[in-house]
């Protein structure tokens, strides 16, 4: 299967953490991705996790793979208005070299 | 370090007629893929180019061709545009060959069929 799941929507406060979640059905994938996608504007590499690896840590992003339950989530800490924006999740196809992106969460941050 | 460039920004076509996209890749790059994004939803793989070959389709129609140069740039044709064929239209690069082959995007290519 290549079906990645993600909730639509998110709103937190500004300075808030926000936590976006991602389960995915292809257990076979190497790398998992997130992206970020402005309005308007193409797709931002934001961090990237081995399957091998449970957390990865890269400033205010934390990516955790729960490879059992096929769950990958984001945590943004310190929200800030310019995290605004649509996150994805995104794995590639072994062996075919596409990414499966999941729908995209759109996070909002209030100020 | 040149990042992923496309052209045009917008396009707006009538149904029947056949438009072309085109893309550069990030410099040290040999690999483009291509990806339709329909308003609301997440990206869909349409190809991807290596070595001047289509290396991998997704569930597009022939209609959906491509072309990739020796300079690693490429391509997007499609023909015959239909209404649903709307969408926001990206293309990116990796490097095929390296350890994590991870695709970096361009900003797109907004096509709207009338």
């Known amino acids: 299967g290549e079906d990645v799941e993600q909730s639509l929507f998110l709103s937190v406060r500004e300075g808030d953490s926000s936590v976006i979640n991602c389960t995915y059905t292809d257990s076979s994938s190497t790398y998992l991705y997130w992206y970020k996608q402005e309005p308007g504007a193409g797709l931002q590499l934001l961090t990237y996790i081995f399957s091998n690896m449970d957390m990865k840590q890269d400033q205010r992003l934390t990516v955790l793979l729960n490879k059992k339950d096929k769950h990958l989530s984001l945590r943004i800490a310190d929200t800030q208005t310019g995290d605004s924006a649509i996150y994805f999740c995104a794995h590639e196809n072994p062996g075919t070299y596409k990414y499966i992106f999941g729908t995209g969460t759109r996070l909002k941050v209030l100020a | 370090e040149t990042g992923v460039t496309q052209s045009p920004t917008h396009l707006i076509k009538t149904r029947g007629q056949q438009v072309t996209l085109r893309c550069s890749s990030q410099?040290?790059?040999?690999?483009v893929s291509w990806y339709q994004q329909a308003l609301g939803q997440g990206p869909q793989f349409i190809f991807q180019?290596?070595?001047?070959?289509?290396?991998g389709r997704g569930n597009f129609p022939p209609r959906f061709s491509g072309l990739q140069f020796p300079n690693y740039s490429s391509e997007l044709n499609v023909n015959a545009l239909e209404l649903d064929d709307s969408a926001l239209y990206l293309c990116a690069s990796s490097l095929r060959g390296s350890s994590q082959e991870t695709q970096y995007f361009g900003p797109g290519t907004r096509l709207l069929v009338l």
């Open positions: 180019y290596y070595r001047e070959e289509e290396n």
């Open positions: 410099s040290g790059h040999n690999t």
